[in-house]
């Protein structure tokens, strides 16, 4: 019993995890604000906002697991917007080995494919 509970709760946790970011995105998909800050990743910089290039905390833990200061958030200009606006691109590993947009201030996620 103790067994099938143990499985049931990690397909479920895997489950939720997968919810937040099964869909993706590739580039050509994308605003093209955001193919810009792709851009500005890739090059390091400059980045035209001073909290880009901060550490992701993945507080509520919809990115996979991994260590303190793994994930660093970029913010996709939004037309029209006075501040920041809601939508990012948080990259995974210094070089980036893996990148999420999200255009809902991280309630979602989708994967960017290049």
Not at 7 to 26: H, I
Not at 64 to 75: A, F, L, N
Request: a positive charge; glycine letters at 8%; hydrophobic letters at 35%.
């Amino acid at each position: 019993m103790k067994r099938w509970l143990a499985g049931w709760t990690a397909l479920l946790a895997c489950s939720a995890v997968f919810a937040f970011f099964s869909d993706s995105v590739r580039v050509d998909q994308l605003p093209k604000e955001a193919r810009h800050t792709l851009q500005l990743i890739d090059a390091g910089g400059p980045f035209p906002y001073t909290r880009d290039g901060i550490t992701f905390q993945n507080r509520e833990k919809r990115l996979p697991m991994q260590p303190k200061g793994y994930y660093r958030e970029y913010t996709v200009p939004t037309p029209g917007e006075a501040t920041r606006g809601a939508r990012r691109i948080v990259a995974g590993g210094q070089p980036p080995v893996v990148l999420y947009y999200t255009a809902d201030h991280y309630r979602t996620f989708k994967k960017i494919n290049r």
